[in-house]
Nanobody
Framework: QVQLQESGPGLGKPSQTLSLTCTVSGGAITTNYYYWSWIRQAPGKGLEGMGAIAYSGRIYYSPSLTRKSRTSISRDTSKNQFTLQPTSVTPADPAVYSC????????????????WGPGTQVTVSS
């Protein structure tokens, strides 16, 4: 089973571009049928999927993410990492950001997450 670990700045300022990285161990991010996702949870709210990058490199953004044009997901296969850049953060962005993996041979989007990182807290303050 793969292990995931998030890293990045815990504090950002309004309009700043942050970069959160998920480092994967125990398996390559290019392994067939693996999807690598970012999920966040704001205080007092439920989990919100932000998007994912597939083993193929294809990127998916959550349809409910109205600010997807300000969010970027990418990967570095040489480091076995994938990255979330929620650009131009606002006071609405503070949350615990987690990365997770799932295996989805049919690309259904319905496969359950098999592994999660511990999550990293992001706070936005001027």
């Amino acid at each position: 089973q793969v292990q995931l670990q998030e890293s990045g700045p815990g504090l950002g300022k309004p309009s700043q571009t942050l970069s959160l990285t998920c480092t994967v161990s125990g398996g390559a991010i290019t392994t067939n049928y693996y999807y690598w996702s970012w999920i966040r949870q704001a205080p007092g709210k439920g989990l919100e999927g932000m998007g994912a990058i597939a083993y193929s490199g294809r990127i998916y953004y959550s349809p409910s993410l109205t600010r997807k044009s300000r969010t970027s997901i990418s990967r570095d296969t040489s480091k076995n990492q994938f990255t979330l850049q929620p650009t131009s953060v606002t006071p609405a962005d503070p949350a615990v950001y987690s990365c997770a993996s799932r295996i989805d041979p049919l690309d259904s989007g319905l496969a359950p997450f098999g592994s999660w990182g511990p999550g990293t807290q992001v706070t936005v303050s001027s």
